[in-house]
Antibody, heavy 120, light 111 residues
Framework: QVQLVQSGAEVKRPGASVKVSCKASGYTFTSAYAMHWVRQAPGQRLEWMGWINTGNGNTKFSQRFQGRVTFTRDTSANTAYMELSSLRSEDTAVYYC????????????WGQGTLVTVSS | QSALTQPASVSGSPGQSITISCTGTSSDVGSLNFVSWFQQYPGKAPKLIIYEVSKRPSGVSNRFSGSKSGNTASLTISGLQAEDEADYSCCSYAGTNTWWMFGGGTKLTVL
């Protein structure tokens, strides 16, 4: 069965960077799927951050995060990564990876979420 | 960057039906049929329950249905059950500039 397992919670100082991992299993990681990243601040809406083509590594970003976020993947480890830099308190949120399926034209599997807390 | 508008909360009694609206623009909800709905329990990840406006993934109850009229998509839950109490968020593809947008989420309370 498809599973996306994310790394554990992080506490960071303002100005620091955080890297969240998302290990996929149960499907061919490099096939016709993309990995998207979505975050949810406390009590706020889901916010789309961007995605990575897990086959060729191409990436696209929300303009809100352009220049601050990096998506990478390690095909040998079936793992996608999201790195967010220059952290500020407003970046405190649960970060999710979500598999995009062309069959559904939507996000059919989600990781369990990773809480990132930015605090001095 | 605009966002999709949902009511903050809705409620209904067991057995009743409720409808949650999701209002966008002619650039997203109104022009494309890539509207999805997600169910989310507190502290849990979202779960896809409706895709492409009105289709249900395998395993999702047929009590959940979706529709769209103009710039507004809707999620209807019929025969409300206690287990339906959760947050529901809509999502729409918005083209290759904005890409994906989510609604603010609607908290469903089953009375």
């Amino acid at each position: 069965q498809v599973q996306l397992v994310q790394s554990g919670a992080e506490v960071k100082r303002p100005g620091a960077s955080v890297k969240v991992s998302c290990k996929a299993s149960g499907y061919t990681f490099t096939s016709a799927y993309a990995m998207h990243w979505v975050r949810q601040a406390p009590g706020q809406r889901l916010e789309w951050m961007g995605w990575i083509n897990t086959g060729n590594g191409n990436t696209k970003f929300s303009q809100r995060f352009q220049g601050r976020v990096t998506f990478t993947r390690d095909t040998s480890a079936n793992t996608a990564y999201m790195e967010l830099s220059s952290l500020r308190s407003e970046d405190t949120a649960v970060y999710y990876c979500a598999r995009y399926s062309g069959t559904y034209a939507s996000f059919d599997y989600w990781g369990q979420g990773t809480l990132v807390t930015v605090s001095s | 960057q605009s966002a999709l508008t949902q009511p903050a909360s809705v409620s209904g009694s067991p057995g009743q039906s409720i409808t949650i609206s999701c209002t966008g623009t002619s650039s997203d909800v109104g022009s494309l049929n890539f509207v999805s709905w997600f169910q989310q329990y507190p502290g849990k990840a979202p779960k896809l329950i409706i895709y492409e406006v009105s289709k249900r993934p395998s395993g999702v109850s047929n009590r959940f249905s979706g529709s769209k009229s103009g710039n507004t998509a809707s999620l209807t839950i019929s025969g409300l059950q206690a287990e339906d109490e959760a947050d529901y968020s809509c999502c729409s593809y918005a083209g290759t500039n904005t890409w994906w947008m989510f609604g603010g989420g609607t908290k469903l309370t089953v009375l």
